[in-house]
């Protein structure tokens, strides 16, 4: 199934009063979070760079037919912003026979239909096409991706010589099962959920060049060394985000192990944390040292291979800046 037979398949179902030309970014919005109206790194309105498909009419309507293929630029924003709840429930509002005849279509295509929800179906769907286009691909799939193994299978029910992420086909293998899980993306543009670490990282940057305040924009310019250590901190956390979805997603257990984890990481660089330092640059630099040499025990992830590596590490550092478990490395209390 490619990106135009998806679309063409909800126009038929679900149109919302839009023109074919208009369809490609008003179905794309429904799989994205909505754009902050506030906070520091606040996106721009619908009109402007947030959602993809700005493109004149026609090659709009090529697309929607299928004639030309979806930009990796305008894949890479849905990844990047994924969030399916307008779509689950504009799908779940529709009447009963309509979502038959929606999901009949679906079928003629290719895609099967077992116990789990039909939107949770069609969410995996378009997924796994939108991620095959950002990743360079046609953006074309031929069988359904597994959302959770066995219906909701524990993590702690698995033999932990039968676990392991593939990082090269973006799977997690369970002995003969394979479940495909998506990474999640760093864009140029910074997401909603990097605000308060990116924040943290910001006034640690500003501490450590005597400023009172830097911008992302002044490091691009003036701290070109600094703007690399960005681009570094922001791929560990998305690397660590990554694993979280991929556990979220496949297993009913996932949320908590990856809380665990995260709990047991600050326990393993509190004391670090908390020491005295010359900035809060050295403070950063210092953590990341100590959790890269931090042992998990108490969670059922350790029995994955190839799932928590040093990235990861650092990256759930971000993470607890995140969660408010820790709020700032300039000042620890």
């Not at 008003?26 to 520091?40: N, Q």
């Not at 493109?55 to 990047?80: C, E, M, Y």
């Not at 326990?267 to 998990?296: A, C, H, M, P, W």
């Amino acid at each position: 199934m490619t990106f135009s037979d998806f679309i063409q398949i909800c126009y038929l179902h679900m149109r919302d009063g839009c023109h074919k030309y208009e369809y490609p970014q008003h179905i794309s919005a429904l799989f994205m979070i909505e754009p902050p109206e506030t906070g520091i790194y606040a996106k721009r309105d619908e009109m402007e760079s947030y959602y993809p498909f700005h493109h004149p009419h026609n090659t709009l309507g090529k697309i929607f037919r299928g004639d030309d293929a979806v930009s990796q630029n305008d894949a890479s924003k849905i990844i990047s912003f994924f969030n399916p709840v307008g779509f689950i429930d504009r799908f779940d509002a529709l009447p009963e026979d309509t979502k038959e005849k929606m999901i009949s279509d679906f079928q003629k295509k290719g895609i099967k239909f077992g116990e789990s929800e039909a939107s949770e179906i069609l969410v995996a769907e378009f997924k796994e096409i939108v991620f095959s286009i950002a990743q360079g691909s046609q953006g074309s799939t031929s069988q359904n991706v597994p959302r959770v193994d066995a219906r909701g299978r524990l993590i702690g029910e698995i033999a932990p010589t039968s676990v392991f992420l593939d990082r090269t086909a973006n799977m997690i293998v369970i002995g003969e099962t394979k479940i495909k899980v998506t990474p999640i993306l760093m864009t140029d543009e910074i997401r909603p959920e990097e605000q308060k670490y990116i924040a943290a990282l910001l006034e640690a940057y500003a501490e450590l060049k005597h400023t009172e305040k830097l911008t992302i924009e002044d490091l691009m310019h003036d701290y070109c060394f600094l703007y690399e250590d960005l681009q570094n901190q922001r791929q560990f956390f998305f690397d660590a985000a990554s694993v979280y979805q991929a556990v979220r997603d496949a297993f009913q257990d996932g949320d908590q192990e990856f809380d665990i984890l995260k709990k047991e990481a600050y326990e393993g660089i509190r004391e670090t944390y908390i020491g005295q330092y010359s900035d809060g640059f050295e403070r950063l630099r210092q953590v990341l040292i100590k959790i890269t040499n931090t042992s998990f025990q108490r969670t059922e992830l350790v029995k994955f291979t190839h799932l928590i590596g040093n990235s990861e590490k650092k990256g759930i550092c971000h993470m607890l800046v995140e969660d408010k478990r820790i709020r700032s490395w300039v000042n620890r209390f």
